[in-house]
C-alpha cells in the first residue's frame, strides 16, 4: 500500500471582489500562502475571465502570472449556477466548463468545482431524467477533463424550499459512480449536508459516509445545520447569530463533530481540503481554522500511514 497522504493539501478559498479586481484575487493568494497552506481554490466565477463562455486571452494570461508567483497548489471553483439539469441552457453550462477546464489547465489546477444540478420539483420520473441529463453531461466533460488531467469535483449542495429539487449527498455520491470516471469524484460539504439532512430529517452522518468513498475534495465551514427559515437578513452577522443557513464560518463556531467525523472517514487518494473561509468576515480567525484543519488532515493521513 502506497504511503502517499489522502489529505495531500489544505487551503482556503479566495476572497472575490465586485467586478473581477485582479488586485484582490493577487492579495487573497498571497494572504493564503502567508498562512503557510498549501493551496488555495480560486474563485473563478466572479473574475470575469469568460464572456459568452469564450476565455479572455489577456485576463487567462494576467491569471496565469499571478498564480506562478506562489508555491501553493490550485483548484478551481466553477460557477456558484453550474447546473447540468438546466435543460434550457445546458449547451451554455458545458460550454463554460470546457472553458473553466481549460483555465485550470494553464494555471495547474487539479480540480475544478462543479455544484450537483437543481430544478423545479416534479414527478419521480422526471427526477429520473434529471439525474441522466447530469449523468451525460458529466461524462462528457470528463472526457474533455481527461485531456487536461483536470478532475471534475460534484459538490452537494441544499435545496431553499421543498419546492426545489436537489439530490441527498448519497445521491451525489451515486451520480459518481454511475459516471465511472477518474476523472470525476465527490466534493463533501458537510455545511451543505448538514442543511440539507435536518430539512429532509436524514441523518446527515450518514449521507456523507455514503459519498466518501468517491470523495476526492472537501469543504469545510462551520454551521449549525439550520435550514433557511428567514427570507431575508440585513447583514450576514445576523444569520450568524440566529445560527441560520449556509454561515460559513470559522471551524469551532458550530456545532459540526469535527473530530469525530475525521477520526471516521477516508477518501479518495490526493483529496484537497478547502476551507470556505474568507479573509473579509474572518481574516483574525483564518490561522485557528488551519491548525484545527492540518489537526483533522493528520487523523485521517495517521490511519493510512498505520494500516
Given at each position: 500500500m502506497s504511503s502517499a497522504p489522502i489529505i495531500s493539501a489544505v487551503g482556503f478559498c479566495t476572497h472575490t471582489s465586485e467586478g473581477g479586481n485582479f488586485s484582490t484575487l493577487e492579495a487573497s493568494i498571497r494572504t493564503i500562502?502567508?498562512?503557510g497552506a498549501t493551496a488555495a481554490e480560486l474563485s473563478l466565477y466572479g473574475e470575469e475571465i469568460i464572456a459568452g463562455g469564450r476565455i479572455i486571452p489577456s485576463?487567462?494570461?494576467r491569471l496565469v502570472q499571478i498564480t506562478r508567483k506562489f508555491d501553493l497548489r490550485y483548484s478551481v471553483h466553477g460557477q456558484i449556477v453550474s447546473n447540468f439539469m438546466d435543460k434550457e441552457h445546458l449547451a451554455e453550462q458545458k460550454a463554460v466548463v470546457r472553458a473553466m477546464l481549460e483555465l485550470c489547465n494553464r494555471i495547474e489546477a487539479g480540480v475544478l468545482v462543479h455544484h450537483s444540478g437543481h430544478a423545479i420539483r416534479q414527478a419521480a420520473t422526471q427526477h429520473s431524467a434529471l439525474d441522466r441529463m447530469e449523468r451525460d453531461a458529466l461524462g462528457e466533460m470528463a472526457e474533455v477533463a481527461a485531456g487536461y488531467g483536470v478532475r471534475l469535483a460534484l459538490e452537494n449542495i441544499f435545496a431553499m424550499s421543498d419546492a426545489e429539487y436537489r439530490q441527498t449527498p448519497s445521491q451525489v455520491g451515486e451520480t459518481v459512480k454511475a459516471v465511472d470516471s477518474p476523472q470525476v469524484c465527490a466534493l463533501v460539504d458537510f455545511s451543505h449536508a448538514y442543511i440539507e439532512c435536518t430539512r429532509l430529517g436524514l441523518d446527515?452522518?450518514?449521507?456523507i459516509k455514503a459519498m466518501a468513498?468517491?470523495?476526492?475534495?472537501l469543504h469545510v465551514h462551520d454551521s449549525f445545520g439550520r435550514p433557511y427559515s428567514m427570507a431575508k437578513f440585513y447583514h450576514p452577522a445576523e444569520a450568524t447569530a440566529l445560527g441560520i443557513g449556509d454561515l460559513h464560518l470559522p471551524v469551532g463556531w458550530g456545532d459540526i463533530p469535527w473530530e469525530e467525523i475525521f477520526a471516521q472517514l477516508t477518501f479518495l487518494p490526493d483529496t484537497m481540503l478547502i476551507l470556505e473561509i474568507t479573509e473579509d468576515r474572518f481574516g483574525g480567525e483564518q490561522a485557528d481554522s488551519l491548525a484545527r484543519a492540518l489537526r483533522l488532515a493528520a487523523l485521517v493521513n495517521g490511519r493510512r500511514l498505520a494500516a
Open positions: 500562502a502567508d498562512l485576463r487567462a494570461e446527515w452522518r450518514e449521507e468513498p468517491v470523495t476526492g475534495h
